[in-house]
């Protein structure tokens, strides 16, 4: 266990539904970020929250929405998804990732599938 | 922004011998290399990282190695195992930035 969680592990949903992802983090880090994780491509960062606060934004459509209540959690909001939204979608964490060296450390992700 | 290739996609190696896969970045002023290790159903784990101040670090059977001349970094894995066989991921970083992750390797190690 890396000490970051997630949950669901795994999320079937309809195009017109409205689900949301959690993270959690116990290592005392003050820096976390959504990843998307598609078959073939590179690790895609959706979203990095820094002490509560969005600090980037990869040009994610609307359709996904983080919100970080603390800097031990991190949810993913979702509502109106497309098929090719289908991924594994990772958290992660690390201390401020305005430091050099920020090692991520990444929970076991969530198999979201959108039909 | 960094770029990252990495080669080659897929590795098939016997039990017993080296694997190594290659990661080329195009920011000159990278300095910081860590490599992941993704097991099926997990998310990856970082396994090694080096900086760039050195050239070559090791940790047991797993060494990666740094060319900044040529922009390069390799990982090496001497006596390979079947539990090695899982995806493998390299990853560069500027200063400050966030990581650029290449589009990883799929190590297989043949009892």
């Known amino acids: 266990e890396t000490g970051v969680t997630q949950t669901p592990r795994h999320l079937v949903m309809g195009m017109t539904n409205k689900k949301s992802l959690k993270c959690e983090q116990h290592?005392?880090?003050?820096?976390m970020y959504w990843y998307k994780q598609s078959a073939k491509k590179p690790l895609e960062l959706m979203f990095v929250?820094?002490?509560?606060?969005?600090?980037e934004n990869n040009s994610v459509p609307s359709r996904f929405s983080p919100e970080c209540p603390n800097s031990s959690h991190l949810f993913l909001h979702l509502h109106t998804l497309q098929p090719e939204d289908s991924a594994l979608y990772l958290c992660?964490?690390?201390?401020?990732?305005?430091?050099?060296?920020?090692?991520?450390?990444f929970g076991p992700g969530t198999r979201l599938t959108v039909l | 922004g960094e770029n990252v290739e990495q080669h080659p996609s897929t590795l098939s190696v016997q039990e017993g011998d080296s694997a190594v896969i290659k990661c080329t970045y195009s920011?000159?002023?990278?300095?910081?290399f860590p490599w992941y290790k993704q097991e099926l159903g997990k998310g990856p784990q970082l396994i090694i990282d080096?900086?760039?101040?050195?050239g070559e670090k090791k940790d047991q059977r797993i060494a990666v190695t740094l060319n900044k001349t040529a922009k390069h970094f390799s990982l090496h894995i001497t006596e390979t195992q079947p539990e090695d066989s899982a995806v493998y991921f390299c990853?560069?970083?500027?200063?400050?930035?966030?990581?650029?992750f290449g589009k990883g390797t799929m190590l297989l190690v043949s009892p």
């Open positions: 992660a964490s690390s201390l401020p990732s305005d430091r050099s060296t920020d090692t991520q450390y």
């Open positions: 929250y820094n002490f509560k606060e969005q600090t």
């Open positions: 080096i900086r760039s101040n050195v």
């Open positions: 920011d000159s002023a990278s300095n910081y």
């Open positions: 990853a560069a970083k500027r200063g400050y930035s966030t990581l650029t």
């Open positions: 290592l005392g880090h003050n820096a």
